[in-house]
């Protein structure tokens, strides 16, 4: 978010003299009602005059608006405390705009008292805000200098427009001075910038309705895999866990995001990139002051609306345009409070304090903030790109920060560069640090301490120390152009950095947290800080600086352990950040664990359940948090399953708990750094059960793919919403993180998995890249190939439509995915000759479209089969070489849908034992359908055997469930996971619902099978 090219210093120096001079005099001749008489008081200062500036004619009119002092402002700061302080029993009770106006508002006859004034002097007096905090005046420049006593001048901006400045002090008669704060869009002629490296707003616009996330958008991807480094929405998505958050069904639904801009967003470029990623927001534009027409800092506003768009689906988008200039800036903030429809609020545009902010304009601005936070509105703001010397234009490089970032009831994002969002926690595979382009031209994450403002008392805990005044960020997130978002601008797709892009992440992460806590969370800074204390929801960045070198002496900043004036705090945790924002300071008296049954020694077959009653200080229930469970005993492994992924509003969670032995385990119970309760559970006999947790990695994101070796090893992967592979095998579910092992960045969608006699092999996309994994069974000797690197057709690949078979019997690996246009893309690793063979099978079979997965397997003569989804039918290709007269038969029996609803996710198996073909298909209707094929007859598929009518959201095939049952499907409905068994053939099934980790006793035998049960991968051996 560099400012050079939107508000350069103005070279010429030929200075007009301003057509108007006020004088006491004239002053004087003022009806007596307005106060003419009366001792006047200093109300301004006036803003410094560059001496490089073009000074112009006045315009003959202006506005300007005057930020009035709360009634009983004492109370309103001290309510702002409570509402937003974790620990006090008024934490989110928030106030509407009348209660705000009733409790705090400016007294009506004081109101009265100035329209009077102003009016005596020909002007119009409107409330800007409905508490009478703000007035809006407007009128003539010559009115304006004898109310004020006080001569303007004018600036013609780098950017054509005229501002207006009083040029030396300005007054009003002492009873009314002693009402007013502060006079703001008449101090200084410098207007906020769009804080981004590198539309036309009408009265009201509105775009509805909207779908609940975005799909893959080709035109990004394209631009992502010819550009190392650049991420799509996509990608931000799964690094800062909002891809997760949708799978939950948390998408902004039910919150309205207000983008503050001062430049016009561009409808076609917008329209284009929704379209790109299948969206339709709720959209619309509120224009303020008239709005306006100017496109300096045009991408800014595209880039701000293209990203909370697409990392908040769900939620409402209002677009707040005004004219940068004046009272414009101030009267956007105002209109928003106004509203007060906005949740969440984000600005990318801001400049440096005092220098280009008056401080008139920055208490006004606060005034406006104080009420967004009694309201429960959240406000993000961008930390500005001069690292840690912020005004290096005009300000001698010394050390300065950027406003509203700075100011203390706004969230300052700062900006990072980062190479791998393969995140974890705790973060050992994040590579994340203090962006900074390391050249004098180049730029920097902004932070410092405020000039302006006193160091928050949310912001004096230990971790930070003493400061010296508001420091800033207080978070960070990707900002480095050279690792940037990929935006739609001026009918291209790009690349775009600055901390202009963290202030839409984090208000989409608050917009999706406000609908995930079911509440507004307001002001989150006293929340951030505790939650830094205690060592939860945040990564902490310890590399880099903000030192832009050759900045004078005003490079000072480097990150660290804890705290700091670089990074803030670090980055949000994908894993738990929302989950730390919905909860409250626990506290290990008020919290409680008990357990059930509560007398007598367990008996492990059937398990005990222990719930935890987490309360806070004030013994408020923490609804919606994450708490960590340790569990020892004696040379035993102890099982501890949550049976839900979060605490409910009364605060509880219950877990079920499990060991391998008999005796005593004993369960410790912590939130953040507060222990809050600890039990210990007694166990009558011994069953065997073995889980591996995934949640430290990230919950679920894709349907889980399981597999048996010939040797009957069993292998389960997972692709976390943190980006992360994992390969679980072995009776004990030991879990290795493939993602760090091979250097996966970013792995996305659904993996493929195929065993053979001894290993088995998997295929996945990194980064649109298909990769070919080996050994994927034994960890130590994986290796893993970018097929990209072989051929061009390896690029560009969809997520979760990759497929890939060990067909060793027949000499080859065989991979299969689909592309972004559709295009069905085969390759095949020949063991004779150790090279690949790359067909394009949509091309060779001039086949339709294909749209969801692919699938794959060997029937009994060694023949690979390919299964997708092209055109209005279900086809199905039987091929050993590849070539145009291979076999393309449609589905018999059964067209390409369910009643209707068409299946896109198709997995195939060969039954060992009579070698029918079974293909498993889930529709869009969420039903789960089984077709089948005869050995003889592979190209015969039968009619289709229903085995779920609705809600299905996954499904796998498992193997060696039984003797009586050889296979079944493990799937997951919105009521959780079930399982169905084959008994003995897919026209009878029975159903187990499972409700947690343990299955009931004796379900399975025959070796570990996997299952998805709460997040995790679960293994049991029956006793």
Partial sequence: ???????????????????????????????????????????????????????????????????????????????????????????????????????????????????????????????????????????????????????????????????TQFSGTASLPRELAHSIRAVAGLTTWRGPHALSVHSHATAKTTIAPRITTPSSCAGAQNYANS?????????????????????????????????????????????HYWSCYGLSPSFSNVSVDGGTSSTSGQEEANLDIQEVSALAPGATITVYTGPNSGSGPIDVYAAIANADTASVTTTSWGACEIRQIGLSDMQSEQTIFSQMAAQGQSVFASAGDAGSSDCAVGNGNGLAVDDPASQPLVTSVGGLAITSFAQSSPPTNLVQAVWNDGVPAGGAGGGGVSGVWSQPSWQSGATVGNLGGRGVPDLSVMADPNTGFIDYNGGHWGAVGGTSIGSPIMAALAATANQACSTRLGLINPSIYEMGDLGTGLNDVTSGTNAIPGNGTGGLYSAKAGYDLASGFG????SNFISALCQSLPSAVHSSVTRSPLAGAVDLASGVTVTLHARTTSDTPIGFASPTVNASQFAAHVIVTPLSALTDTSGDISYLVSSNRTGTATLNFVM??????????????????????????????????????????????????????????????????????????????TPALSCGPTS??????????????????????????????????????QNSTAAVVDSRTAGYLTVTWLTSSGQCIVARWSFATNKYTFTNLSSTLSLPKATGRTALVVDSSSKA?????????????????????????????????ASGAL???????????????????????????????????????????IIANSGVTGAAFITGVSTYAPAAIVYLTSAGAQLALQVPGWNSVSVKVLTGAVLPNGALSGGPTPVVVSGSVAYQISA
């Fill in 1 to 163: 978010m560099s400012d050079h090219s939107i508000h350069p210093l103005i070279a010429r120096r030929r200075v007009f003299v301003s057509v108007t001079v006020a004088t006491v005099a004239a002053a004087l001749c003022v009806p007596l009602s307005a106060g003419a008489l009366s001792a006047r008081v200093v109300v301004d200062k006036g803003g410094a005059i560059a001496h490089n500036v073009r000074l112009v004619s006045a315009p003959a009119a202006t506005s300007f608006d005057v930020a009035l002092i709360a009634h009983n402002s004492s109370a309103l700061s001290d309510f702002i405390r409570q509402v937003s302080d974790p620990s006090s029993a008024n934490y989110r009770h928030f106030l509407s705009p009348a209660q705000f106006n009733s409790r705090f508002g400016v007294r009506a006859h004081t109101v009265a008292s100035l329209r009077q004034y102003f009016q005596g002097y020909g002007l119009r007096v409107t409330r800007a805000l409905r508490s009478g905090l703000l007035l809006h005046v407007s009128g003539s420049t010559r009115g304006i200098e004898r109310a004020f006593n006080a001569t303007i001048i004018a600036v013609k901006r780098s950017d054509g427009v005229i501002a």
């Fill in 227 to 271: 550009n190392s480094g650049e991420f799509t929405a996509l990608q931000q998505a799964s690094g800062y866990g909002l891809n997760a958050q949708w799978l939950n069904g948390f998408n902004g639904a039910g919150q309205t995001i207000a983008v503050y801009e001062l430049a016009a967003y561009r409808l076609s470029d917008l329209q």
């Fill in 571 to 574: 980055s949000p945790d994908p």
């Fill in 672 to 749: 953040g750094n507060v222990a809050v309760g600890s039990i210990a559970v007694s166990f009558s006999s011994s069953v065997q059960v073995h889980t591996a947790q995934l949640s430290s990695l990230g919950g679920i994101a894709s349907t889980l793919v399981s597999d048996t070796t010939g040797s009957g090893q069993r292998v389960a992967l997972e692709i976390t919403s943190a980006g992360h592979l994992l390969e679980t095998a072995g009776a004990f579910g030991a879990v290795t993180d493939l993602s760090k092992k091979l250097k996966l960045m970013m792995v996305a969608g």
């Fill in 760 to 797: 088995c092999v998997a295929a996945v996309n990194v980064g649109g890249h298909i990769v070919l994994l080996r050994n994927v069974n034994t960890p130590a000797s994986a290796s893993a190939t970018d097929l990209a690197k072989s051929s061009a057709l390896a690029k560009g690949a």
């Fill in 865 to 897: 089969v390919v299964a997708l989804h092209v055109g209005s039918s279900y086809r199905i290709a039987l091929f050993n070489t590849v070539s145009s007269s291979e076999n393309v038969t449609v589905l018999a029996g059964y067209n390409s849908s």
């Fill in 903 to 945: 299946i896109t996710a198709p997995i195939l198996r060969r039954d060992p034992a009579s070698g029918a073909l079974e293909l498993l298909g889930r529709t869009t209707a969420g039903r789960l359908v089984v077709f089948s094929a005869s050995a003889l007859s592979p190209d015969q598929i039968s009619a289709a055997v």
